[in-house]
């Protein structure tokens, strides 16, 4: 069993930032890949940004240059420091859990546009609210 706690979501100004977290407990050797997802209202969930164990990354375009994934495996902590905030950024934020084995894709973004990271992740956390006003 696996499990994600996230926080650190809220409320800020465009231009603003944020930084997510997301703690993982449980077994460890259940997964090898740690992801960001978000949905916005009327639109599909559309992956942000992955990191693997290698310290491999895949960023979506739209979270390219602002959205910097990270964890720090010490502690078992996977963040994603979000800045230059916009309010078509404004969604619900899941951290995610994988398996490398399963394979990742990199297709067409489902509502932001440009192309986005994507894998079936076997955990999720229970997601954070991030709005971004004008």
């Known amino acids: 069993q696996v499990q994600l706690a996230q926080s650190g979501g809220g409320s800020v100004q465009t231009g603003g930032s944020l930084r997510l977290a997301c703690a993982v407990s449980g077994v460890r050797s259940s997964y090898d890949r740690l992801g960001w997802f978000r949905q916005a209202p009327g639109k599909e969930r559309e992956g942000i940004a992955v990191i693997d164990d290698d310290d491999s990354m895949a960023y979506a375009d739209f979270a390219k240059g602002r959205f910097t994934i990270s964890k720090d495996d010490a502690i078992n902590i996977l963040y994603l420091q979000m800045n230059s905030l916009k309010p078509e950024d404004t969604a619900m934020y899941y951290c995610?859990?994988?398996?490398?084995?399963?394979?990742?894709?990199?297709?067409?973004?489902?509502?932001?546009?440009?192309?986005?990271?994507?894998?079936?992740?076997?955990?999720w956390g229970q997601g954070t609210q991030v709005t971004v006003s004008s």
């Open positions: 995610a859990a994988g398996q490398m084995a399963r394979s990742l894709k990199f297709g067409r973004c489902s509502g932001s546009g440009g192309y986005c990271p994507r894998f079936e992740a076997d955990y």
